[in-house]
């Protein structure tokens, strides 16, 4: 089974039905729920895509969103290690580097899906976008 790491913004995509990458983001969340691939998404993430799903969609769904999202993804821990490196790293986006270290903490994860490729560069992961990571399980 393929693991593989989703960055926050390939989860916003999905949850906040955002156009026109919703497509993508939808068939690797299937394709998740088929166990076709198993998803992760860093603990930092679920503060971040709660936020910004309350202010457009109110509280009470955004935190039915939360649900239903621990249930399809595994959650990966940014503990001090994961800052520690974030914060002595050549990784041009911080952020990026804080979901960059977290991923590479788990041995099985092998990708970090991304609609933002640059963030990643000077990592060690591979870094596919969501059309990439699709057309592998295609």
């Known amino acids: 089974m393929k693991h593989w ?16 990458f919703v497509q993508e983001a939808d068939m690797l969340f299937r394709s998740g729920y088929a166990q076709r691939v198993r998803l992760y998404v860093a603990s930092l993430s679920f503060s ?4 910004l799903l309350r202010r ?13 999202l621990r249930r399809l993804v595994h959650v990966v821990a940014v503990d001090e290690p994961v800052i520690d490196q974030s914060l002595h790293t050549n ?13 590479a903490s788990m041995p099985a994860i092998e990708v970090i899906v991304t609609r933002d490729p640059k963030g990643f560069r000077g990592g060690s992961l591979l870094i596919l976008t969501p ?6 399980l295609a």
């Open 91 to 103: 990784l041009p986006d911080f952020e990026d580097a804080l979901q960059h270290f977290a991923a």
């Open 5 to 20: 790491f989703l960055d926050t913004n390939v989860v916003m995509d999905f949850l906040a039905d955002r156009q026109p």
């Open 48 to 51: 971040h895509i709660f936020y």
């Open 56 to 68: 457009s969609h109110g509280t009470d769904a955004a935190w039915q969103l939360m649900i239903d």
């Open 131 to 136: 059309a990439e990571a699709v057309a592998q």
